[in-house]
């Protein structure tokens, strides 16, 4: 028995030293993966540029447009009126989806009649989470909680996937916490008047393309390292559960 309890306790050890290290090298390549987007919100991600005004995105190429949201978007307020169209939610992991997609156990109203509807490529901020980013642009067409806010592009200044990247990026995320009202952190709002206030950075249409395609072959790599390191991950606490088993068995 005391052989077997060494044998464990220098193995499991070992392996548990390998999993910390992997955990950690996931860790290292999410952060890698969020500066790679905040150097797509400025544009450095396209290489060296010439540096104009600046704000909470920080410095960017003075060839790029800025405006307030609220010359880009306006306030959505139309409500369903049988409550039948596909039900969104909002998530800082995923942005907007379809709620049949997620794995959601929270009450649902008897019916969905007034909630208000979301068109595609419309921005929806949940109003109680956009301090921990739940807000983006919506793929699909839907109706989301009348408690959510729901802004519809002025104009096409926005490719989808780029504004989407944008309003989820660190930089934005915290000049929305910055504006968000409340008197505790976990109570803050983001209200229509504060988000429509926001300066947004507004490269041309070309630029965003280029620059979600230069971010797609930076993350492509990270995404590699990182489907290996959780196959790894898999294996090493399968043979430490393996281990214990044939230990405890005499094996």
Known sequence: QKAIVDFLDQETARIDQLIAKREAFLSLIDEK??????????GSILGAVVKGIEDWFGALPESWQVKRAKF?????????????EELLTVS???GV???????VNMFLAESMEGYKLVSEGDVVINTM??????MGVSPIEGLISPSYGVYAPRGDAFEADYLDLLLRSRPFVAEATRRSKGIYSSRLR?????FLDILLPV?????QRAILTALKAATEMEEKLATLSRLSLDRLREFRAALI?????GQ
């Open 33 to 42: 993966k969020a500066s790679l987007a905040v150097k797509a919100v400025d």
């Open 72 to 84: 880009l978007f306006r306030e959505r307020q139309d409500r369903s009126e049988a409550g039948e």
């Open 245 to 249: 088993t044939a230990a405890v068995t």
């Open 190 to 194: 983001l209200y229509p008047d504060a």
């Open 129 to 134: 989470w956009a301090w921990m980013g739940a």
């Open 97 to 103: 989806t379809r709620r049949s997609d997620k794995d």
């Open 203 to 207: 490269p041309s249409r070309e630029a």
């Open 92 to 94: 800082h992991i995923t």
